[in-house]
């Protein structure tokens, strides 16, 4: 009895013009993901969440250092403000999911 998992399984392909697959490409990359597991995400109504890079918990982690110091208190929101900005926009961007757009080419309907 063979395993199912080695079973190859049923693919789909499509085009896509170098700019889209560029697009992509980095969208996946920015996610974690392998392209094909974030187009199936993408296609079954997921919205996968791009991950922030090291840099920015290393920032994160001295920012909060900065906060626990004896600073004045304005400084201190400052830096609170500027920490749930960045994370606003690096880890919870809204603007991720774009509107769906017609489709570029061929028939618009069946028959």
């Known amino acids: 009895m063979e395993n199912k998992s080695k079973q190859k399984q049923p693919g789909i392909y499509f085009t896509v013009t170098e700019k889209e697959k560029r697009r992509i490409k ?29 840099a920015f ?3 994160c982690e001295k ?14 929101s400052v830096a609170l403000y500027l920490l749930a900005e960045i994370e606003q926009e690096l880890i919870r961007p809204d603007k991720e999911v774009l ?4 489709q ?6 069946d028959g």
């Not at 570029?104 to 309907?109: D, I, K, R, Y």
């Open 26 to 54: 980095r969208n996946a990359e920015s996610c974690g993901l392998k392209q094909s597991e974030y187009i199936r995400q993408r296609a079954l109504g997921f919205a996968p969440k791009a991950v922030p890079p090291d």
């Open 57 to 59: 918990y290393y920032f």
């Open 63 to 76: 920012l909060d250092k900065l906060c626990e110091e004896p600073f004045s208190s304005e400084i201190n």
């Open 99 to 102: 509107p769906w757009q017609p």
């Open 104 to 109: 570029a080419s061929g028939p618009l309907e």
